[in-house]
């Protein structure tokens, strides 16, 4: 598993007492970057809150303990009622049925406000206040944080799903781009292929005698044994030295690999005439 070096955001929080605006905005677009990505793959997390989020040796941000996540079909509403009270979003403390990334939207405005102000905007020892000032959605904004801060908290904490900014409004909002968001997408591994460092693929079998097809096969098809688990291993120690890999999801390489077509899974070559 891959070692996040640099511990939770919410000791992170506790240490600074509260993040300047430009270092909030950017963990918050990887925020919005991972729970994107969680939708595409049909994944709600529910229980988003700053001790899940981590950060890496190059102080990227983590999203760690899917306990409470669960798969949806597209169009499903959801129906658990789970996750941290303070982080919880109002139509899930009502017992109603719920879309998954609007509750993960709520959370990560919580956590925006928390990241920003240096504490939560919902507060109270007794759990039945703290729901019922969650289902009312009133809270105040701190003195320190902007106005295009607080408009952007304030179109996420809406007690309204249906009113409730989505993703891509959050991403246009323009405290979202005080500073230029430097996301890379990630691997959709139901359209693409796994990238494969052929270098470590070789130097993999040479040290521990492991097939290299065998080895290949297994990355491609995101297997986790203990053979992907060495080469994963060796792969981050090889991005942590700035060494060059297609397998780096960051690097220029692994873009190139993403505009070639033959790496979709949906590559076909019938005939002369190429279909994918």
């Known amino acids: 598993m891959e070692y996040a070096t640099g511990g939770e955001l919410f000791d992170y929080i506790l240490l600074k007492k509260r993040l300047p605006e430009m270092e909030a905005c950017r963990i918050f677009q990887h925020i919005i970057s991972g729970l994107e990505y969680l939708n595409k793959h049909n994944i709600a997390h529910r229980d988003l809150k700053p001790e899940n989020l981590l950060f890496d040796y190059k102080k990227d941000i983590k999203i760690v303990d899917f306990g409470l996540s669960t798969n949806f079909e597209k169009g499903e509403l959801l129906q658990s009622c789970c996750g941290s009270p303070s982080y919880a979003a109002p139509e899930m403390l009502l017992g109603k049925s719920y879309q998954g990334i609007t509750v993960d939207i709520w959370s990560s405005g919580i956590i925006l406000y928390a990241m920003i102000a240096g504490f939560l905007p919902f507060q109270d020892p007794n759990n039945d206040k703290l729901y019922e000032k969650i289902i009312k959605g009133k809270f105040k904004f701190s003195n320190n944080m902007s106005p295009m801060a607080q408009d952007l908290i304030r179109r996420i904490l809406v007690t309204d799903p249906f009113k ?83 397998a780096d999801l960051s690097s220029h390489e692994f873009k190139l690999y993403l505009s070639n077509p033959k790496n979709s899974i949906h590559y076909k070559v019938l005939s002369k005439y190429i279909i994918y």
Request: glycine share 4%; charged share 20%; net charge positive.
């Open 164 to 246: 409730r900014v989505n993703l891509q409004q959050i991403k246009s909002h323009s405290w979202f781009n005080i500073i230029s968001p430097n996301i890379n997408e990630g691997l959709n591994i139901g359209n693409f292929k796994i990238p494969v460092d052929d270098e470590i693929v070789a130097y993999v079998e040479k040290l521990y005698n492991y097939s290299s097809v065998e080895l290949r096969l297994n990355v491609i098809e995101n297997h986790h044994n203990k053979m992907t688990t060495i080469y994963y291993l060796i792969l981050m120690k090889k991005i942590r030295e700035g060494k060059i890999s297609v």
